[in-house]
């Protein structure tokens, strides 16, 4: 008589908790169908969405990365002094002069291969590209994938799957391993939305001279527009670098250094003013600019990594009109290095030129590079507000 009242009781406790199981469970799945804002699908190898920072408001249809070669930071402010109208215009918008290269290298190409797939050089990330004058072919090797052992997708990767047009003009031969590596048989998969194809790098071009690579870019930028397309491109001026080689890096009012930045800077203007001209790329198209190292230890060459005056460089956003604005200002998460600071790979956040991919990936409204691990959150223009066209 003692146990019937407790089994029955135990019954009761039993179908009490059910029942309350039951309501959290069925409560659980509805808020989180209803109110969750958490992207459930988070993994950066998957991402169809950018992570971390709010998506740019109004995204620009086209974006140019442009790097100058051996282009340093005080030869800019001495631009900027002299009142040359290709980089005034191109600094009124976020920038900084106290950019870096990698922490580990001042050469060309790993600094390259760094902007456009958002990786460093060392690491388990790192694309571990050294190569910098004679390239391995395909068959020795020669691509991106192969040196670092797995896929290194790149931001031409990330465009051309979403259906931008992709450009990659350069004024140097090594620049073939670009091609190399995103041609149709060495490109992956297209696994976001249409098929776009393996082959990642729509236009590839080559010119001696920086007025060539001008010539092409605005050619495809005129194309794109007319055919209504999107477009991600990357241009590469080595002018200054090959005058730096020739006749040292040379601070000197009236050297052949601050001659060629003269040269560079007329370029600049001539596409700002191409853009501003053209009513389908006027305030629809941005450039990021930067370069790949600075010049002057050795006084001829720029191979001294832990030297300032090859580790400083500029990183500039141009998006048409607007205010210069200082880019650590608007870049809460990065430190800004003093002078003669380098910051190694864990001894800081600086903006760096390997921010550059990923960064123009965020002004065209698109995720960044899949497994990147500079700029891969996408904020450094987080505290910027898009002056309206
Ligand atoms: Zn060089």
Redesign the pocket.
């Known amino acids: 008589m003692q146990a019937q009242p407790q089994r029955i009781s135990g019954r009761a406790v039993g179908a009490v908790m059910f029942i309350a199981a039951l309501a959290v469970t069925v409560a659980w799945i509805v808020l989180r169908v209803f109110f969750t804002t958490e992207p459930v699908e988070s993994a950066p190898e998957d991402s169809t969405a950018p992570l971390g920072a709010a998506s740019i408001a109004r995204p620009f249809d086209h974006v140019v990365v442009l790097s100058i070669?051996?282009l340093r930071p005080d030869a800019v402010a001495h631009a900027l002094d002299l009142g040359r109208a290709g980089f005034t215009a191109l600094l009124k918008g976020p920038h900084t002069l106290e950019a870096r290269t990698d922490p580990d290298s001042t050469v060309?190409l790993p600094n390259h291969v760094g902007m456009v797939t958002g990786r460093l050089f060392r690491g388990p990330q790192g694309h571990n590209w050294l190569p910098n004058v004679l390239l391995p072919t395909i068959a020795e090797g020669g691509t991106l994938h192969a040196a670092h052992g797995s896929y290194v997708p790149s931001m031409w990767d990330v465009a051309h799957d979403h259906g931008l047009m992709t450009a990659m003009l350069a004024s140097k031969g090594k620049f073939i391993l670009f091609d190399n590596s995103f041609r149709e048989e060495q490109g992956r998969p297209d696994a976001t939305g249409a098929d776009d194809g393996t082959r990642k790098i729509d236009l590839v071009g080559f010119a001696l001279r920086g007025e060539g690579v001008i010539r092409k870019i605005m050619a495809f930028l005129d194309d794109a527009a007319a055919q209504g397309r999107r477009s991600l491109s990357f241009i590469h001026l080595a002018d200054t670098?090959v005058t730096g080689?020739v006749r040292a890096w040379d601070m000197t009012p009236g050297s052949l250094y601050l001659a060629c930045v003269d040269r560079m800077d007329a370029l600049v203007d001539r596409l700002v003013r191409h853009i501003e001209a053209n009513p389908a790329l006027r305030g629809r198209t941005a450039i990021v600019m930067t370069s790949d190292h600075g010049g002057g230890a050795p006084p001829s060459?720029?191979t001294v990594p832990e030297s300032p005056l090859n580790f400083r460089i500029p990183f500039v956003v141009w998006g048409g009109d607007g205010e210069p604005v200082d880019l650590y200002a608007i870049s809460p998460s990065r430190t800004r290095p003093a002078p003669t600071e380098r910051m190694t790979a864990t001894g800081g956040s600086p903006i760096r030129n390997a921010d550059a991919g990923n960064c123009a990936l965020w002004l065209l409204g698109l995720p960044p590079i899949p497994t990147s691990t500079v700029g891969v959150e996408q904020d450094l223009l987080v505290g910027w507000s898009r002056p309206l066209p």
């Open positions: 070669d051996g060309t670098d080689h060459s720029h």
